[in-house]
């Protein structure tokens, strides 16, 4: 079974620009989880979406958003972008047709640099 | 959310066992106590997870204080390419979906 998918691996983006990443999950899996991984505040949530829907949503500001598709794909964008938006963003799919104890899968994540 | 404490780093010999300590002193009766690691250039990864009793896996085994307070990961033979971040995560089935990380322990592995 392939893993998960992130594209593109790496982005260089200018402040104020805009970035839109891709995650597509394991087949079969209908939640998608992002993260957020930098050195300073480590591991974040950002939102989670199953069947479409978001479902969970961690404390970002508006400007990070998301959706997912009918074939569980997940995009992830980021509006005016700040030099703090500098991160290893991360993927990760479960099955999770109720409650949240499945394993979630990671992706090897997107390393965005804004300069 | 109920806190989890775990040292900032540990080392260990080649074909060692390793025991990877967790404190989380406020645990609730219905979390979860999850393990994840992280190997470097790499997304988390899932280890184990238990809720009293102790776990074994492929890959670990729990073992989870009678009062639930702790819990230690244990690696039976640690090898090279155990080096990683062990973050240890508490979930409630009940409420947050989402993994919540801390700072996690660096695992050193000496040849």
């Known amino acids: 079974k392939a893993g998960v998918t992130q594209t593109p691996r790496y982005l260089i983006k200018t402040r104020g620009q805009q970035v839109t990443l891709s995650c597509s999950p394991i087949?079969?899996?209908?939640?998608v989880s992002w993260y957020q991984q930098t050195p300073g505040q480590g591991l974040q949530f950002l939102f989670e979406y199953f069947s479409e829907t978001q479902r969970n949503k961690g404390n970002f500001p508006g400007r990070f958003s998301g959706r997912q598709f009918s074939n569980s794909r997940s995009e992830m964008n980021v509006s005016t972008l700040e030099l703090g938006d500098s991160a290893l963003y991360l993927c990760?799919?479960?099955?999770?047709?109720?409650?949240?104890?499945?394993?979630?899968?990671f992706g090897p994540g997107t390393r965005l640099t804004v300069t | 959310d109920a806190k989890t404490t775990q040292p900032n780093s540990m080392e260990s010999n080649e074909e060692e066992p390793v025991h990877l300590p967790c404190n989380h002193s406020t645990i609730s009766g219905t979390d979860y106590i999850h393990w994840y690691r992280q190997l470097p250039s790499q997304g988390p990864e899932y280890v184990i997870h238990?809720?009293?009793s102790n776990v074994n896996n492929r890959m670990a085994s729990l073992a989870i204080a009678e009062d639930r307070k702790s819990s230690t990961l244990i690696l039976h033979r640690a090898t090279l390419r155990d080096a990683a971040v062990y973050y240890c995560?508490?979930?409630?089935?009940?409420?947050?979906?989402?993994?919540?990380f801390g700072s996690g322990t660096q695992l050193t592995v000496l040849p």
């Open positions: 087949s079969g899996h209908r939640s």
């Open positions: 990760a799919s479960s099955f999770s047709p109720t409650g949240d104890l499945g394993e979630q899968y």
């Open positions: 995560i508490l979930r409630d089935p009940g409420s947050a979906r989402q993994l919540t």
């Open positions: 238990g809720l009293t």
